[in-house]
DNA sequence: AATGAATGAGTGTTCATTCAT
DNA sequence: AATGAATGAACACTCATTCAT
């Protein structure tokens, strides 16, 4: 048992260096230009063990975006909990576009491209964790009359989305020439003012059983998401 | 003269008809995958009449990212003397965004995501041509108490210019699998809200001179530019 | 170890196949006119497997000039225990021309024309094994009044050098059009005759610790010529 | 006539511009790197023009030897009156590479391993101008006693041809890493040691209607050798 | 599990040359 | 005589992928 382990351990220390190799190299030359080999030199590992652990660039490429998406998931309590849902959602912008000062600004840049042009359907589900969590904080905001409820959850989660994954592309299209948080700081205020709750809007809560979505949940997902599911279900203001 | 005019023709034909076969191209079989010989082969011409007019790939989409900027000088009269500024704010995002729907969407798509990936810094300089034109609606905007004033027009316009290609990409990053145009009708005035003049704003007009960006207009755009500025501040509101 | 062995051999005769290949090539179609392709179907191995061996054709021919220099090594014993000095220079001229009638003739002028031609000032550092031969040859030449010393070593071997090599080039400039070893067999006794020490010219031996140059030998060479700068320095007279 | 000379003139002139232009290209480029365009775009002229001027840019290049060659004539005088044959030679070496210094040295180098690899058999015949100079330079240096007449002239000749050149060519190869002049002063004189008449040295002067030699003229220098061999023959010592 | 030699289809690009104007 | 648009064969080199060891 104890050599199974190492065994596994030295399994998954390999992937762990290939995928830093990798990285390092989609820093220093790009994604585009980053060859199988230029990975395998800088991880001191033979093609073919590349190969071993992945089908193709791409394939590692994608493995990448869960751990993004994934590490969103902590600060999911925070939004929820936050009792100014409006203010969910500017924080919601900044936590999405984290990447963009926490890791290397040029691997982010180059992930950001990466999605625009793979385009690898799975990659932006409406039931993505984080679209679970927008539609609970949007749902609770409206409930509470902080947000506006003409429209639904799930219609102003897509708004929300669209606009904050949109100022991350823009940004990547400017190569990273703007510092993204700071403009995000001043602009998203503006851009989610029209969110508010205004008296003169109809006000229309949806059915609670159909603010969380449900269809394809891709399974590189699947065990995050159902926990996720049954934690914002549970946080449902009625 | 004649025999001048006859060979310039013949030369603006053979381009032209390289060009058309090249989107054509695009739209069958994806800019990645289409090479120099398919161009050819369908514009009917040899390889070294390609590279007589194009010094690679890339060099030819790049030339048509000028036709589409240009092509938007159309419009910049209706969006100025449009009186209402902050329904010219939505206009803009939905003439920015036609050629999704007007030109084929399979090469919209295409282009859209060669610009990021492009990382032509040049692509959408702060003077690009609609810089020009919204920065003149605004400040008119501005002037006619119809939209806020605690910020430069320049502030503005980059805001309404950040959403709207972020709109574009996300769009293009979702392979088109939405209608841009529907979307952008339901979304636009939600996320525009916050632009309209309250009372509650500060407000605080910026100098007329200082309207119009003036720095670093690429070669490519000068003349074009050059006329542009002079209608706009020709229709600055004193 | 034998899997490595037998790697290993398998490498060495791929190379070697494609060494002999691409000088069959040569000597049919000349070495402007061989291509990659046609040395990869003689050597029945494939571009790629080429490519893995050598970065391109001229890299293969740098390579092919270490073995006709290090073939020379084989003679230094004979020139420098030759007694007679002078002779020395005379077989000197004769082994360094021997490609000429020893391998293919076509092939010693290609390889000839090419050094012209590719400028790699490495090709003729005076350190280079035979440049450290020549002066040891003539200081114990000098030291037993066989040899003119009113120079030094290096001076004179310059001149032989310059000559012998001038003789290969002449050739190879005629196209080979006359039989270099009769004319060399001719006329080297008279251009050498001016090396034969004469009472009249100053006698001024050189300090024995300068004979043998040192500086910038190529890492190329650095090995072998080590070895022989140690024989050649044990063998000098005192 | 007058229209005729200017056109003439013009034709002239053209062709002028081409050659200068293809130096200027082949100084800053090298021959092997300039393209017909560049020469074209130098000279400030169509392809097709030079098309109309030259086959081709080899054609180009031999056109210019007779230049070389032709400049030569200019001291045929020098050398046959001088009264010291052995110096003669001497002078001879010098004259032969003066280019290296006179012209421009990355120029001279050019056209000096454009000889190698041209393997153009008309451009070193042996009755090229210089060869018949060098013959009656030698014979009458024989008739003196001054140089050895153990040899026909016409061996020697070709003796000191191949030396004089090979010292061009090695300078070549070596990119004309040295100075060519100062080499040549210092090492021809003892190079051409052997030449001197030596009262130990079999004296047979050979036929005088045999010095110089008749056989195939390039019709390129048809017109200059016949001058030439006329007056040479006029100086022959009997 | 790891290696790395071998593969070869794929493709961008060059550039001398032609010929209608 | 001069132009320069058009040609297209020619070629070097890439690099993801396989598979025997």
């Not at 975006?65 to 600060?75: A, C, N, R, S, W």
Request: with cysteine; hydrophobic share 40%.
């Amino acid at each position: 048992m104890e050599k199974m382990t190492s065994r596994q351990e030295q399994k998954i220390r390999t992937q762990q260096k290939i995928v830093e190799a990798a990285n390092t190299c989609f820093i220093r030359k790009g994604m585009a230009y980053t060859l199988i080999t230029d990975i395998c030199e800088e991880a001191e590992v033979s093609v073919g063990t590349f190969y071993h652990y992945f089908n193709n660039k791409n394939d590692l490429i994608i493995s990448q975006f869960k751990k993004f998406d994934m590490g969103f998931l902590e600060v999911a309590h925070r939004l929820i909990d936050n009792p100014d849902a409006w203010d969910s959602l500017i924080q919601f912008a900044h936590f999405f576009s984290r990447d963009a000062s926490v890791s290397d600004k040029t691997l982010t840049l180059e992930y950001l491209k990466a999605r625009v042009s793979l385009t690898v359907e799975q990659l932006f589900p409406r039931n993505r964790p984080y679209f679970i969590i927008l539609c609970t904080v949007i749902y609770n905001g409206q409930v509470r009359r902080q947000l506006r409820a003409d429209q639904t959850p799930q219609q102003l989660a897509d708004l929300v989305m669209a606009a904050t994954r949109g100022y991350n592309f823009d940004w990547a299209s400017m190569d990273g020439a703007y510092d993204l948080h700071l403009r995000m700081q001043q602009d998203m205020p503006i851009l989610f003012e029209g969110f508010r709750y205004r008296e003169e809007y109809p006000y229309q809560l949806c059915d609670p059983a159909a603010v969380i979505p449900v269809q394809n949940v891709p399974k590189l997902y699947e065990q995050e998401t159902a926990q996720l599911r049954e934690y914002c279900e549970s946080r449902l203001l009625r």
